[in-house]
């Protein structure tokens, strides 16, 4: 009996298994000699950025096509930004009682009656039936406000509400119908693009462009509270109150205050950013004021060395006033404020500026450190008392780069004549007009 077809052919295929298997075999050792040889042989590369992470860092245009212009932008933002005129009455001089020394002073070309001080600025409409912001100093004792606007329409303003302490205020115009300027709804980053319009030393409407040069800048001096945009677009006296912009035309901050050696714009300008102004704002079209939270200490950053690994933060107690809120939490002399409601205060100006945005009778928790020891402390807060207002420049001058030091206020009073040296002077005069 012969074998079948189906016999043969396994005795086919186990005669040529095991060959199929050693060549399987050594196909494996030579793909793992070859793979372990040239890891080996590998050179270092520094790392590279993926696709995905260069596609994140990459700059974003307003269209995907390079832009070379920006008018949109600024046709958009331009008509809701005016320009400030206040007129101060300047109380007749002493010495005009005086038949004698009037005589002298109109012959020589001096004052015969009262005379109005004018000042300029910017600022930005926010609402359609007349609100606009501007800086509490642009307004600042003024008798009479009038707002010109890109349409070429003038009209007086009133004072809605002033606050020195953050260097803004709100008047209101008589008129409907106005186009406000959008507030950007993201945060602004370091380097946006920004622009500047306003009207610079009263040349008319002017828009310059920069960029975001930073954000939270502090410790400038300037207002007790400050969060400030920095911009290196040309900012300059008159640009006061008017608006910094984004590439599509919405507002960023409030142009305020500028570093300069000359009083002209050296790129270094600061503004202040719209969650602050919103919230200002919004409290005095309200209320008329600003009601802040209040602590009721004296604080100083903890002391850093820039030459130690490890830095310590937090902000050291230095006194504590009687019945305060921070009193009557039980907060002592010497306590280290190392966070509140988990928020690490990280120096003294982001303690004051996060307790400053709370409304009175908030309870906030603070951990503390207390002769080494961690505490938690409840304090419920107080408003803030009304605290005698400061001189505010708009311009900070630097004496150690040339700067003429401290800037001039028109407010300073003059010396006046004592009783004998008015009697000489009268003598003098006579004889002269004799």
Known sequence: MSPSPNTNNKASVLKWLPWILLLLVLAAFTWLFMSMKTTSEATWEPPRTSPAEQQASAPVADTPASISSYHNAVARASQSVVNIYTTQTMAEHPYMNDPVLRRFFEFHGGPSQDQGSTNLGSGVIVSEDGYIVTNAHVIEKADEITVAFNDGRKSRAKIIGTDPDSDLAVIKVDMTGLTPLGFREDPIRVGDLALAIGNPFGVGQTVTQGII??????????????????????????????????????????????????????????????????????????????????????????LRDPTQLETSTGVEVLNVIDQSPAAKSGLRVGDIILTIDGVEMTDANTLIQYVARKPPNTELNAQILRQGKNAQVKIVLEERPVQEPTPRPVIIHDETLGGSGQPYLPDEEVPMMSEAERDRMREELLKLFE
């Open 213 to 302: 040069s930073a954000t939270g800048r502090t410790g400038l001096g300037v207002n007790k509270f400050e969060d400030f945009i920095q911009t290196d677009a040309a900012i300059n006296p008159g640009n006061s109150g008017g608006a910094l912009v984004d590439a599509h035309g919405e507002l960023v901050g409030i142009n305020t205050v500028i570093f300069s050696r000359s009083g002209g714009s050296m790129g270094i300008g600061f503004a202040i950013p719209t969650a602050l102004v919103e919230q200002v704002m919004n409290a005095l079209i309200k209320d008329g004021k600003v009601s802040r939270g209040w602590l009721g200490i004296e604080i100083q950053s903890q």
